[in-house]
């Protein structure tokens, strides 16, 4: 019953807001402007499409907040009034009172407010649909940004999820594209990725990691954790000082290379995404800012770490080699890879598959960002995906939505961003280092200690295996025969090295020693 009185109250939100007119309000039929007619006897829409778009969805929740948070990033698809309402969702929800606030602060830490800052700001500097955040100042001086989660989100996003999931069986049941899709595992993944938000120490982990991760790229800035001040519901950070990336003129004035704010961003997503496997997965402009400070002037300011994707080595490597092979329009490679994986059936025709995917992808290169919907380029690979029953991956749909926000801020900072040129060598760059000499030097560094130490043990392991029943030993035989494979790579590739180092030294001493026999 509360999933019915959920959704009733999604329905009466969406006729109060008049979203259905909104919704139709591009179609030119007549009888669809009849109806809308019917639909709007008797309710006062004096606000504009924009407006009331937004309004419903701050009133629906953070669900459908975060869906106009990522709307607002594609300007090429909506009007400007409408994305212009929609980005005030980025960091301009109504906040919650300030005595609510204070009162969660204390709540947390047990003590009072005064014990633990010395000035602490009643109102916040950010609104979002998770939390929000106050500036303040601790005892020993430190600037900070205290995070403060919403009260009540757990029930809010419970209830919707379970509609979502709800949702998804029908689609799978009565949709023809519904076993193909996914949409329980997606949906799935998204409640991993909501409920995570949901506890900041979880969050400030994943802000720590980055920091990490981004300290010797010299290109982006991620605020210290305080951990003496991080529970699930408050934490407490330091205060970061930029523009917000969406004030581009302010960013011009102040005199930000914007072009290169552009090609920095691209690096920086391709870096976390290839390199790290760990990425920001949030990236709308109203979490990421721009530092006009001298000693790290023109960098960007990541906020808010509620949502990261990772990637496991398997995972990078395939897309790496996707991406790769479409800069270089390589479609057979980019076919005969959807097949390698699994993804398309084992019997569909490379060439069909690379005629269709040619068909998509290139028209739009050698062409500026502002003349390129990547949102159109996904919307013809979906329909091409459906032709050859390519099954959605559900742990790379956060890095597809990631990928949308890159774009719409690319989009924002400099239209004449040319993205293929920007990333192919990045990409080509980290395959070189995966696969070839210093990827071999690296994973010998890496993998070396516990080769050595597996080596002995493979003849026990594989006995063992062997005297296990068929139908349970057949993984373990398979895991043991590839990494027996990788030892056997492993020490060829070492007596190899072994062999080039004496050889090289045999030379060295001929040369200085001379022939024996001169």
Known sequence: MRHIARLLYIIVTVLRYGLDEVALSGFRQPWVRAFVKVVTVGRRLHAPPGQRLREALERLGPIFVKFGQVLSTRRDLLPDDIADELARLQDDVPPFPAAVARQLVERAFNRPIEAIFATFEAEPVASASIAQVHFATLKDGREVAVKVLRPGMLAVIDDDMALLRTLARWIERLSVDGKRLKPREVVAEFDNYLHDELDLVREAANGAQLRRNMEGLGLLLVPEMIWDYCTQTVIVMERMKGVPISQTQRLRDAGVDIPKLARDGVTIFFTQVFRDGFFHADMHPGNIQVSVDPASFGRYIALDFGIVGTLTEVDKDYLAQNFIAFFRRDYKRVAELH???????????????????????????????????????????????????VEIQPQLVLLQKTLLNVEGLGRQLDPELDLWNTAKPFLERWMNEQVGWRGLLEGIKKEGPRYVQLLPELPRLLHQALQRPARDDHALLLRMVSQQRRTERLLIALISAMLGVAGGAGLMWWLVRGPAWG
């Open 339 to 389: 097949i390698e994986s699994g993804w398309v059936p084992p019997g569909t025709r490379v060439d069909e598959l690379e005629g269709a995917i040619r068909a998509v992808c290139e028209p739009h290169f050698d062409r500026p960002l502002k003349d390129i919907s990547l949102g159109q380029v996904l919307l013809r690979l979906f329909q091409t995906s459906r032709r050859f029953n």
